[in-house]
């Protein structure tokens, strides 16, 4: 998704009811933000939406994207917003075999999430398809992307094929380069 530097479109302030509603939306995506939010987004700060081609949308705080999202998918937060909030945000870990692929920008695939070195949540803790998760990687403490599920960790287990986290945002992309003016 962000292969490319990014450039600015068009940039707004949103106004304080719609600042609101995303408060909410995030708290309902990711509860385990609750303790956190007024750190992240303060409620008398001002909120700015950025454009980008292909319906992106970021949302950034004082020179900070803090989030951003395709269309109206879920809010994917940005990898710092991530690595200063770890336990905020399910995680799946991938082997080392993987961590160039992703740093590259590919999509994550099941093998890599199902061999030695890769972790899965048991399944009274699945994840279901379309949630974002944090990919973390063998031997590493950080999170290196950010993505959404095409299918559920249970499924990704029994399947062992095909595409099972969507490209969003990886370490050294374009979002990650990014500077707002």
Same mark, same amino acid.
């Given at each position: @998704?962000?292969?490319?530097?990014?450039?600015?479109?068009? %940039?707004?302030?949103? %106004?304080?009811?719609? *600042?609101?509603?995303?408060? *909410?939306?995030?708290?309902?995506?990711? $509860?385990?933000?609750?303790?956190?939010?007024?750190?992240?987004? $303060?409620?008398?700060?001002?909120?700015?939406?950025?454009? =980008? $081609?292909?319906?992106?949308? =970021?949302? &950034?705080?004082?020179?900070?994207?803090?989030? #951003? *999202?395709? #269309?109206?998918? $879920?809010?994917?937060?940005?990898?710092?917003?991530?690595?200063?909030?770890?336990?905020?945000?399910?995680?799946?870990?991938?082997?080392?075999?993987?961590?160039?692929?992703?740093?590259?920008?590919? *999509?994550? @695939?099941?093998?890599?999430?199902?061999?030695?070195? !890769? %972790?899965?949540?048991?399944?009274?803790?699945?994840?279901? !398809?379309? !949630?974002?998760?944090?990919?973390?990687?063998?031997?590493?403490?950080?999170?290196?992307?950010?993505?959404?599920?095409? @299918?559920?960790?249970?499924?990704?287990?029994?399947?062992?094929?095909?595409?099972?986290?969507? &490209?969003?945002?990886? =370490?050294?992309?374009?979002?990650?380069?990014?500077?707002?003016?």
């Amino acid at each position: @998704m962000f292969k490319k530097p990014v450039t600015t479109a068009q %940039k707004s302030k949103l %106004k304080s009811s719609i *600042q609101r509603s995303l408060r *909410q939306r995030l708290l309902d995506q990711f $509860p385990l933000l609750i303790p956190h939010i007024d750190e992240i987004l $303060p409620k008398k700060s001002q909120l700015d939406m950025i454009k =980008l $081609p292909e319906r992106l949308t =970021l949302y &950034a705080l004082d020179s900070h994207v803090l989030f #951003f *999202q395709h #269309f109206d998918d $879920p809010l994917i937060p940005h990898l710092r917003v991530v690595h200063a909030y770890p336990h905020a945000f399910p995680r799946i870990q991938v082997d080392r075999g993987a961590i160039r692929f992703v740093l590259a920008g590919a *999509q994550l @695939m099941c093998p890599g999430l199902t061999s030695a070195g !890769a %972790k899965l949540p048991e399944k009274e803790n699945e994840i279901l !398809a379309g !949630a974002v998760v944090a990919i973390g990687a063998e031997g590493k403490e950080n999170a290196c992307m950010i993505g959404m599920l095409k @299918m559920g960790t249970e499924e990704i287990k029994k399947i062992n094929k095909g595409v099972a986290v969507e &490209a969003g945002h990886y =370490l050294g992309d374009g979002l990650w380069k990014y500077e707002i003016e």
